[in-house]
Nanobody, 124 residues
């Protein structure tokens, strides 16, 4: 079955960096675009970033553009999110999600699978 397992979260000071990973299994990873979404305490789900199947087209929300970088390694079935210049408002549970084949990238989609998430806390 499809499994998405995130890792790499933690507590970091404002201005710091973290690199999240998402290990995928149970489907042909290289055939699907992937997303990162997040949910802050008391708030709804927020789309963060998308990447196409080849990794040469990426999309970011305005709130993270210029600070976060999404990437993928199809040989390792792994999705990444490099987060730099972190701010307290980036505090959230970050989840990776498998994008449906018919979906357009660059926005929140109706994902069919996503992981349990990894907690990122930005605080001094």
């Amino acid at each position: 079955q499809v499994q998405l397992v995130e890792s790499g979260g933690g507590l970091v000071q404002p201005g710091g960096s973290l690199r999240l990973s998402c290990a995928a299994s149970g489907f042909t990873f290289s055939s699907y675009s992937m997303s990162w979404v997040r949910q802050a305490p008391g708030k709804g789900l927020e789309w963060v970033s998308d990447i196409n199947i080849w990794g040469d087209s990426t999309y970011y929300s305005d709130s993270v553009k210029g600070r976060f970088t999404i990437s993928r390694d199809n040989a390792k079935n792994t999705l990444y999110l490099q987060m730099n210049s972190l701010k307290p408002e980036d505090t959230a549970v970050y989840c990776c999600a498998k994008v449906p084949l018919s979906a357009n990238l660059g926005k929140m989609n109706r994902y069919d699978y996503w992981g349990q998430g990894t907690q990122v806390t930005v605080s001094s």
